[in-house]
């Protein structure tokens, strides 16, 4: 099986920062594309930044320029880096992978448990 750890997560004040970390460990041959999706209270989970093996890189309008996602393939792990935070950046944050298990595996796709980001002051 597959295990995506996330760390980072906490309370900081509007216009703070945070970084948030995922590693995927377990039976991974191949990850095709890892990155994070976020979810508020009342609303439904969105794409928040991804990173594809090739480094092409896809992020929301919402938080570009403000947040920037990068990946350390030798260890399985993906980083985003949030600056300048809104109290609407507030909300679980997911880590995401889409990976093959051996080499003739179909992709797959798994979730970390979350973690907790509030912007407040």
């Known amino acids: 099986q597959v295990q995506l750890a996330e760390s980072g997560g906490g309370l900081v004040q509007p216009g703070g920062s945070l970084r948030l970390s995922c590693s995927a460990s377990?039976?991974?041959?191949?990850?095709?594309?890892m990155g994070w999706y976020r979810q508020a209270p009342g609303k439904q989970r969105e794409l928040v930044a991804s990173m594809f093996s090739d480094s092409r890189t896809n992020y929301a309008d919402s938080v570009k320029g403000r947040f920037a996602i990068s990946r350390d393939n030798a260890k399985n792990t993906v980083y985003l880096q949030m600056d300048s935070l809104k109290p609407e950046d507030t909300a679980v944050y997911y880590c995401?992978?889409?990976?093959?298990?051996?080499?003739?595996?179909?992709?797959?796709?798994?979730w970390g448990q979350g973690t907790q980001v509030t912007v407040s002051s």
């Open positions: 995401n992978a889409k990976l093959r298990m051996t080499v003739t595996d179909v992709l797959r796709n798994f």
């Open positions: 377990g039976s991974v041959f191949n990850i095709h594309v």
